[in-house]
């Protein structure tokens, strides 16, 4: 196991980006891969942004920020069930289990096994496009695509 | 003769996807009753007869760590083995889990396979326990 000492803001994308990856494979049977476009088209609906914030020999929050429909498909995938049966509600809590499993992941490829984290509960709130456009343009930030559809995930480290 | 199993956890689509995979395990499971955190799950326990517990720690109101250490102070839901599902990777946290009574770990997410190895092991006297050290 990775028992690397911390790294503040060292790789933050990059290792965000793998985790969302590794977890969405192993959880949804959903790939991800770093989107080509400067400009991701995340289309002019505002999107669902889910937030968690961790807490131990750093601390931070990371955000996942992706079209409504996205927890839709998350929970559809994991449960093996249409999306067009999924309730609103059920949809919101699987985009927040999602970062809620991730968060763990990026904790342990970035910090290693060793130290103990407090994760908050996520909370999902909505960005606006410009919002998101401002965000995706910040240190920290990866946007992949997800079986066509744009998946934004960032992370900020206070040491 | 089926077996009845506690999720504990306070997101809606981990307690349905636990419950799904228990079912397609091929585990012999009888009920699997849901609760989204530590309280509602002791009231659960105090209740109905649990074979088999599996819980997440990070809830509200009760978290998985509370509801443990309330359990092992109980005489009578000492003894009902508990498994962790949980995205903790802390070495140090996991250890100090399993001191306080905690008979396995694992990381979300789970596979049916991962479930029903933990089934067999605690519920089924015919199954050795050798094949849970991989899990952790």
Redesign the interface.
């Known amino acids: ?1 990775n028992t690397e000492p911390t790294r503040p803001n060292d790789n933050l994308s990059s290792v965000l980006e793998q985790a969302l990856s590794d ?1 969405l494979e ?2 949804a049977f959903m790939f991800s891969e770093k989107a080509d476009a400067p400009k991701p088209d995340f289309g002019d609906e505002p999107c669902a942004c889910v937030s968690i914030r961790f807490d131990g020999p750093i601390h931070g929050i990371l955000h996942l920020v992706a079209p409504s429909s996205f927890g839709g498909q ?2 559809a995938n ?3 069930e249409d999306s067009a049966t999924i309730p609103t ?2 949809a919101a ?2 985009i ?2 999602l970062l ?2 991730i ?3 990026f ?2 490829l970035y910090s290693g ?7 908050s ?1 996520p909370t999902l709130t909505t960005m606006t496009p410009a919002e998101i456009l401002v965000l995706a343009r910040s240190p920290g930030s990866a946007v992949c695509m997800v079986e066509d559809t744009p998946v934004l995930v960032h992370g900020e480290i206070t040491p | 003769m089926s077996y009845n199993i506690l999720i504990v956890d ?5 307690r ?2 636990i419950s ?1 995979a228990l079912q397609l395990s091929g585990a012999d499971i009888g009920r699997a009753i849901q609760a989204k955190n530590g309280l509602e799950a002791l009231e659960i326990l105090r209740k109905e007869w649990i074979d088999l517990v599996f819980a997440d720690i ?3 109101e009760m978290n998985g760590i509370e509801m443990v250490r309330s359990m092992r102070d109980d005489g009578l839901m000492k003894t009902i083995p508990v498994a962790i599902i ?8 996991i250890s100090e889990l399993k001191a306080a009574g905690v008979r396995v770990f694992l ?3 789970v596979t049916p396979e991962m479930l029903k190895r933990v089934v067999d092991t605690f519920l089924r006297p015919d199954v050795s326990p050798e094949h849970l050290k991989e899990l952790g």
């Open positions: 196991m977890i192993q959880s998350v929970a994991t449960l093996g509600d059920q809590d699987a927040k289990e809620n499993v968060c763990g992941k904790l342990e096994t060793s130290a103990i984290f407090n994760l509960i | 306070d997101s809606t689509t981990a349905l996807f799904k990070n809830m509200p949980s995205t903790e990777r802390s070495e140090t946290r990381n979300k997410p």
